[in-house]
């Protein structure tokens, strides 16, 4: 079974400009979460997406958003990049029975965006 | 809401010794206790998980420990190889696929 995919794998953008990162769970996964990963905060969540809503939301401000198709696939947006931005973003997805998150989840290779 | 602690922050360890590292966790209604290991340039690797109702997992040469009252819970890694050095991060979590994660401990094995 083919694992967590992401999409650019890397990516350079400049402050103000905006940034659309992609994930394809694992097949038969449902949720998927995301994370940002730095030096300084280590891994922190984003988001999680079930059924194409928005379960949950850490502490992150509006500029991060993102979507969830019927597909599972997921999708995160960041608008008005900042330096502070520039991180490992990583995408996992869970299995779900009967609408209950089973836990385990399995993570992506992560995107690396880097914010000039 | 959930705060995980992770220590030691780095560890090093000759190979065939054992490595331990310890969490803690502030939410008691946490009853999903995951450990990944992140190797350089990958994302990180379900090793091991332990949920609230059961106390020792163990899996080869990894096991997990965990203690609901004290709120600790621990990884243990016997026979350690140069394989085994990576980032590793404990976790805390529920049904509601949201995880808190430690810090990350550094883990150096030295042939």
């Known amino acids: 079974k083919a694992g967590v995919t992401q999409t650019p794998r890397y990516l350079i953008k400049t402050r103000g400009q905006q940034v659309t990162l992609s994930c394809s769970p694992i097949s038969g996964h449902r949720s998927v979460s995301w994370y940002q990963q730095t030096p300084g905060q280590g891994l922190q969540f984003l988001f999680e997406y079930f059924s194409e809503t928005q379960r949950n939301k850490g502490n992150f401000p509006g500029r991060f958003s993102g979507r969830q198709f019927s597909n599972s696939r997921s999708e995160m947006n960041v608008s008005t990049l900042e330096l502070g931005d520039s991180a490992l973003y990583l995408c996992?997805?869970?299995?779900?029975?009967?609408?209950?998150?089973?836990?385990?989840?399995?993570f992506g290779p992560g995107t690396r965006l880097t914010v000039l | 809401g959930e705060n995980v602690e992770q220590h030691p922050s780095t560890l090093s360890v000759q190979e065939g010794d054992s490595a331990v590292i310890k969490c803690t966790y502030s939410d008691s209604a946490s009853n999903y206790f995951p450990w990944y290991k992140q190797e350089l340039g990958k994302g990180p690797q379900l090793i091991i998980d332990?949920?609230?109702?059961?106390g020792e997992k163990k899996d080869q040469r990894i096991a997990v420990t965990l203690n609901k009252t004290a709120k600790h819970f621990s990884l243990h890694i016997t026979e350690t190889q140069p394989e085994d050095s990576a980032v590793y991060f404990c976790?805390?979590?529920?049904?509601?696929?949201?995880?808190?994660f430690g810090a990350g401990t550094q883990v150096v094995v030295t042939p």
């Open positions: 332990i949920r609230s109702n059961v």
């Open positions: 976790a805390a979590g529920g049904s509601w696929g949201k995880l808190q």
């Open positions: 996992a997805s869970s299995f779900e029975v009967q609408g209950r998150n089973q836990g385990e989840q399995f």
